[in-house]
């Protein structure tokens, strides 16, 4: 059993930056893929990036390649995702969840946080 818990989430403003952990627990952890997705109100839940198990390889999805940052400290069995240059348009509740390799939909991922919330106002 692999356990995640987000956390960072909070109201900014349109600009800043943000960075949101997953710390993870149980055996499997270190050998699972990360991936964080976000989901608006009213919409699907999405793909934002997935790195792999040992932190040296990350795939994101273009629409955020440029502003977001994803970062696995492999000691600590922590990921983080580092927002950058926030809009209205990113608030969502961002998840984490771990998955066997790389996979971009959600129902590849095994294993699912309860979700952090980012608001961003103007």
């Known amino acids: 059993q692999v356990l995640l818990v987000e956390s960072g989430g909070r109201n900014v403003q349109a600009g800043d930056s943000l960075r949101l952990s997953c710390s993870g627990s149980?055996?499997?952890?270190?050998?699972?893929?990360i991936g964080w997705f976000r989901q608006a109100p009213g919409k699907e839940r999405t793909f934002l990036v997935t790195?792999?198990?040992?932190?040296?390889?990350?795939i994101y999805h273009p629409s955020v390649k440029d502003r977001f940052s994803i970062l696995r400290d492999t000691e600590k069995n922590t990921v983080y995702l580092d927002l950058n240059d926030l809009t209205p348009e990113d608030t969502a509740t961002y998840y984490c969840?771990?998955?066997?390799?790389?996979?971009?939909?959600?129902?590849?991922?095994?294993?699912w946080g309860q979700g952090t919330q980012v608001t961003v106002s103007v």
């Open positions: 790195i792999s198990e040992n932190g040296r390889r990350a």
């Open positions: 969840a771990a998955s066997r390799g790389y996979m971009n939909e959600v129902d590849e991922y095994d294993y």
């Open positions: 149980g055996n499997a952890f270190s050998h699972l893929y």
